[in-house]
């Protein structure tokens, strides 16, 4: 069977996405462009007895580079990486509702020297906003095939694919931009004939740093040294691309389309209003965080509970020792902890992929740039930092959306300064264990617990807004990308595409970053482990004639000779001993003597080595500092951050030297700034170095932040002992 390979591209919110799974159904597979994390789709489709391969390039406005998924929009049409092929036909999707916009692509397009073939889509939407457009007339002004598709209602995809078999011919059609532009383009193609001729214009006309670095050659230095020399004689303005461009689609469009000019719409001015805007958009993030903690909560629930009956399960099979404790403890908990985090990935970008599919997201990107300009970034960077309350991870994967380099890096490493629901089981513990429940300020309006919850809350958003203005003045600095935002025009959302994109953002976190928690969760599982693992009672100081003590001492009141204990009662003493004696291993494990070593350097903060195991334990996730604790305390790992009987053993800590009490307001308030403010999360190390391709992000973010996190807890505990 002959085999046709086409790619889709257009802008965003074109319903290109939509229109691809229309075309290929179920028979798709995501994988990531080689060198770089944005994904690639792929599908396949049967025709008239051929099969059509077909790829969903990212959205883009432009063939110029600004961002990684424009960046593989262009490789992909001209010098594919991995020895990939060209696609024979290239399908651009045009909003009908908004031709002229849509048509500065494809005047790109059409220079790439590959058979174009037009998918006119939204028909309707134009329709409804009075606009009409001469279907013939366009074709015969553009030399292509256009075809009128609807999606979402799967019309016009056969008569699509028939115009693919058809079309044989790169498109004749040229705008012209300019003579000087063209003889210096025919200049580089005879002297480098070995790369595409869009090529050299792309080098000629863009001013961004990515297209230097996408075009190769057997002599790159002397290609990118001509390059320059023929761009500077040239000395285009920076305007001359579009000026020339949309000149051209002025007149196009002036003979194919009728639009009545309308006003804006009233909702367009109410959600994009300072005041207006800024409370709607807040409410709608009220409730979106309230769903995400509702509707993940059963769903984490429930992969927790597996994770756990599949451990019991799996060790059933095996006897109690080295490998058993590996593979429950250390493999199937570590790949619990990868997993758990999915419904609340899931969920969010289900909000996000909603919000962007009706047409939302754009106006309220719009409507934060004016606050994000301050200190360096743009309205693209909002959506990831919001998402970052309730995970940063994927907050961190949102930022692929920002074309500017440097702003997408800095909002990467503010991202993990957003207090996430897993910091929460902490803040909760402490607010519990020294603000009473019911002190209250503002006459009884407000609690002093979520008045403290609040200002821990708050410190993020504060740290993160500093450090975002003193990276993009010293490592990261450069003037503020220009924020040019589109207003798609208002639709339902299309549910297949919104659910495919919710689902695939929770697979590439699992297949991501998934390795690297597990590794690092195997890690503290080792130095919890060892070398304490087989110690006996004795050796570890844990009397067993305790043990005998209480037993006897088990009697029924009303009678004067003990009673054996009942078997409950024994079980019941026998767990109590077990888990005394989980604690004792865990205090002379690597782990406890880890914390023993940090013990000078983290007493200046109020903690004692306990804290500090508990600290150095969370580093793969902050969630498990409660279940730590509690082994650490002699009460075992099920427990937490509301437990009774943990808030007593902490009220009850002592230092040994003194007998004062270890825990106080101070030392509660450090705790909780440190983890404020503190990196102590590898998932999200992990997509950081997945989503920048490199170790040094992720290791920056980790020492700036625990440096960060050490220097507040340092000034909060001294400060506040100084006031107590």
């Given at each position: 069977?002959?085999?046709i390979t ?13 229109l691809?799974n ?17 994904t ?7 025709h008239?007895?051929l ?5 969903d390039l ?10 990684p998924d ?13 020895g ?28 790439v ?10 028909m ?7 606009i ?5 007339q ?21 008569e699509?694919?028939?115009a693919?078999?058809?079309?044989q ?5 040229i ?34 740093t ?21 761009k500077?004689q ?8 579009p ?18 000019r ?8 109410m959600l994009t209003?300072p ?43 095996l006897?109690?020792?080295?490998l058993?404790?590996?593979i ?19 969920i ?23 606050i994000?300009?301050?200190v ?13 309350f309730?995970?940063?991870?994927p907050?961190?994967m949102?930022t ?5 380099t440097k ?5 990467m ?15 909760i513990l ?18 002093v ?7 821990i ?11 975002a ?17 589109e207003?798609?025009s ?23 970053a998934?390795?690297?928690?597990l590794?690092?969760t195997v ?52 767990q ?6 989980q604690?004792?291993?865990?205090r002379n ?12 350097v983290?007493k ?6 306990k ?7 969370s ?17 075992g ?5 509301e437990?009774?009987g ?18 106080t307001?101070p ?11 503190c ?18 992000w992720p290791?920056f ?6 440096g ?10 001294q400060?506040?002992?100084l006031l107590?």
């Amino acid at each position: 069977m002959k085999t046709i390979t086409l790619a889709l591209l257009g802008n965003p919110n074109t319903g290109k996405s939509s229109l691809f799974n229309a075309l290929c159904g179920r028979n798709q597979q995501v994988a990531n462009y080689p060198g770089v994390t944005v994904t690639e789709t792929i599908g396949k489709t049967v025709h008239n007895d051929l099969e059509f391969v077909v790829s969903d390039l990212p959205g883009t406005y432009s063939l110029a580079p600004q961002s990684p998924d424009e960046t593989v929009v262009l490789q992909a049409l001209t010098q594919p990486a991995d020895g990939r092929t060209l696609p024979e036909v290239l399908v651009c999707v045009l909003d009908a509702s908004n031709l002229a916009r849509n048509l500065y692509l494809l005047t790109q397009t059409l220079d790439v020297g590959i058979p174009v073939v037009v998918a006119l889509n939204m028909m309707d939407v134009a329709k409804e906003n009075q606009i009409h457009i001469d279907v013939e007339q366009l074709e015969r002004r553009l030399g292509l095939t256009v075809i009128v598709t609807n999606a979402r209602k799967k019309q016009g995809i056969k008569e699509l694919l028939d115009a693919v078999t058809d079309a044989q011919t790169p498109p004749q059609t040229i705008v012209p931009l300019g003579e000087a532009l063209q003889e210096y383009q025919q200049n580089l193609t005879s002297e480098f004939p070995d790369i595409p001729s869009v090529a050299h214009q792309r080098m000629l006309l863009d001013h961004s740093t990515e297209v230097s670095s996408l075009f190769s050659h057997p002599d790159q230095q002397s290609y990118l040294t001509r390059c320059l020399e023929l761009k500077q004689q040239l000395a285009l303005p920076i305007s001359h691309e579009p000026v020339q461009r949309y000149e051209w689609i002025r007149k196009l469009v002036s003979d194919v389309c009728d639009q009545e000019r309308r006003r804006p719409l009233m909702i367009d001015r109410m959600l994009t209003h300072p005041i207006i805007g800024t409370l709607f958009f807040l409410l709608l993030i009220l409730v979106m965080f309230q769903a995400i903690f509702t509707w993940a909560g059963p769903a984490m629930d429930i992969i927790d509970n597996a994770t756990t009956a599949l451990g019991d399960w799996v060790g059933g099979f095996l006897s109690a020792g080295t490998l058993r404790s590996l593979i429950v403890d250390g493999i199937i908990a570590g790949v619990g902890a990868v997993v758990i985090f999915a419904p609340q990935i899931i969920i969010l970008f289900l909000f996000i992929s909603i919000l962007e599919d009706i047409g939302y997201m754009a106006r309220v990107s719009l409507l934060m740039d004016r606050i994000m300009r301050s200190v360096g970034l743009s309205g693209r960077s909002f959506i990831p930092l919001l998402s970052s309350f309730a995970c940063a991870i994927p907050g961190v994967m949102a930022t692929r959306t920002i074309a500017n380099t440097k702003e997408r890096i800095v909002t990467m490493l503010i991202a993990p300064l957003m207090s996430c629901s897993a910091r929460l089981p902490v803040y909760i513990l402490m607010t519990a264990l020294f603000i009473p429940a019911d002190a209250f300020v503002l006459g009884g309006i407000l609690s002093v617990q979520a008045l403290v919850l609040l200002a821990i809350y708050m410190l993020g958003v504060v740290c993160a807004v500093l450090i975002a203005f003193l990276l993009r003045k010293t490592l990261l600095q450069g003037a503020n990308s220009a924020f040019v935002m589109e207003l798609p025009s208002f639709r339902l959302p299309h549910g297949a595409t919104v659910l495919k994109k919710a689902f695939r953002q929770g697979g590439e976190f699992i297949q991501g970053a998934g390795t690297i928690i597990l590794a690092s969760t195997v890690l503290v599982w080792a130095i919890a482990y060892f070398p304490t693992h087989n110690d006996s009672a004795e050796q570890l100081g844990v009397d067993r004639n305790v043990l005998d003590s209480l037993q006897t001492e088990l009697q029924k009141t009303d009678q004067e000779i003990p009673q054996e204990p009942s078997p409950a009662e024994i079980a019941q003493l026998e767990q109590e001993f077990e888990i005394r004696l989980q604690g004792a291993r865990l205090r002379n494990s690597y782990l406890g003597k880890m914390g023993s070593v940090i013990e000078p350097v983290v007493k200046p903060l109020g903690w004692d080595w306990k804290i500090g195991a508990c600290v150095i334990a969370s580093f793969p996730a902050r969630e498990v500092i409660v279940g730590t604790m509690g082994v650490v305390y002699n009460l075992g790992d099920d427990v937490d951050e509301e437990s009774s009987g943990l808030l007593s053993a902490l009220e009850n800590a002592k230092w040994p030297e003194s007998e004062k009490p270890v825990y106080t307001m101070p030392v509660a308030l450090s705790i909780m700034v440190f983890f404020a403010l503190c990196a102590q999360c590898v998932s999200t190390l992990a997509i950081i170095k997945k989503e920048t391709d490199s170790w040094k992000w992720p290791i920056f973010t980790f020492i700036y932040m625990t440096g960060l996190a050490y220097l507040g807890a340092l000034l909060t505990y001294q400060i506040g002992t100084l006031l107590t």
